[in-house]
């Protein structure tokens, strides 16, 4: 089956807007597809890339190394989100790694290919939408951590964790980390969204139940603060 047939939704790209339909089909369809059963990393934190990488389904864990060896999730891409396009134009060293969930399929585009078939004010567009994308997420991502009590991040990264799939391959020190939280504090709040019938646990497994309710927890939590 070929990439258009099989993700048709990627045919509405932002980035694809100026071509044909028949062209976009032929883009995607040139993009090396490339499925993970277990976490990979696609794209390496301080090395060049050649490659755009274009999430089709799953999620990739974009994520800062500091030299002083600190590790902190930055934020998770979904279908249809565009990785390593402002370093790979640039000619700069990736900002981030971005490690595939198990799960996970991505589509892999030279650079070459890329600017061949779209114009340079597509690019452009192209460019600055991404960029846009990344100040808005830095925005609510510091808002989170800077105002957010631990229980509250906790939820909010459950929330946009689970805006595609509702079931998550995540541990409680994967959600400890990115939560900024201690194990303690996170398996504290998990059993009261249990308990309350929000989420299920399993084994290396969240399964939200309810959604919504996530945000009720959030607002419920500031308002006590």
Do not use: W
């Not at 040139?30 to 934190?45: A, E, N, P, S, Y």
């Not at 340079?120 to 957010?148: C, I, M, P, S």
């Not at 391959?169 to 998990?190: F, P």
């Not at 084994?203 to 139940?209: A, D, E, V």
């Amino acid at each position: 089956m070929m990439n258009s047939d099989r993700f048709p939704d990627l045919l509405d790209l932002p980035l694809l807007t100026d071509l044909t339909p028949e062209d976009r089909a032929k883009f995607l369809d040139g993009c090396v597809l490339r499925q993970f059963d277990k976490r990979t990393t696609v794209l390496h934190q301080g090395e060049m890339t050649d490659s755009i990488c274009i999430v089709a389904e799953g999620g990739v864990e974009v994520a800062y190394m500091s030299e002083e060896g600190y590790h902190s999730v930055i934020y998770v891409a979904r279908a249809g989100e565009l990785l390593g396009l402002v370093e790979a134009i640039a000619q700069r060293p990736l900002a981030a790694s971005c490690t595939a969930f198990s799960n996970t399929t991505v589509f892999l585009c030279k650079k070459k290919r890329l600017t061949s078939r779209l114009s340079t004010k597509r690019l452009l567009r192209g460019l600055a939408e991404t960029t846009h994308n990344l100040l808005e997420r830095d925005n609510k991502t510091k808002t989170v951590h800077q105002f957010y009590s631990s229980e509250q991040r906790i939820c909010s990264f459950l929330f946009d964790l689970s805006e595609q799939e509702t079931e998550l391959l995540i541990s409680q020190s994967y959600l400890a980390n990115v939560a900024g939280s201690s194990r303690q504090t996170v398996n504290r709040e998990l059993g009261h969204l249990r308990d309350l019938g929000v989420i299920e646990l399993g084994k290396g497994r969240i399964t939200i139940l309810d959604r919504p309710a996530l945000i009720d927890r959030i607002d419920r939590l500031g308002d006590n603060t």
